[in-house]
Nanobody, 116 residues
Framework: QLVESGGGLVQSGGSLTLSCAAS????????LGWYRQAPGKERELVAL???????NYGDPVKGRFTISRDNSKNTVYLQMNSLKPEDTAVYYCNARHMVFTDAVYWGQGTQVTVSS
């Protein structure tokens, strides 16, 4: 119900845009976002956005990444600029109901690799 696209290999300082299309039960009542997990590390928050377009970012990406959402397409985007090697990770799309917070969905993940 969450299908990600847009990962790949990019040089340090470059940019990538990730997309995640939601379907099924996932609607405007869900907060959409991105998490990432690097090898040997815990999964961490990248960015979240509500249907009202309120956003929240993890400290490592503030000022470099921008999350956006097209409610008409039920799609969330992550524009990543000034990428660093430490941004290398599998990026997961996430949907969480804003009221019934046990309703959580994850995408399959997309690899982002930043070379130095």
């Amino acid at each position: 119900q969450l299908v990600e696209s847009g990962g790949g290999l990019v040089q340090s300082g470059g940019s990538l845009t990730l997309s995640c299309a939601a379907s099924g039960r996932i609607s405007g009542q869900y907060k959409l976002g991105w998490y990432r997990q690097a090898p040997g590390k815990e999964r961490e928050l990248v960015a979240l956005i509500t249907s009202g377009l309120m956003t929240n970012y993890g400290d490592p990406v503030k000022g470099r990444f921008t999350i956006s959402r097209d409610n008409s397409k039920n799609t969330v985007y992550l524009q990543m600029n000034s990428l660093k090697p430490e941004d290398t990770a599998v990026y997961y799309c996430n949907a969480r109901h804003m009221v019934f917070t046990d309703a959580v969905y994850w995408g399959q993940g997309t690899q982002v690799t930043v070379s130095s």
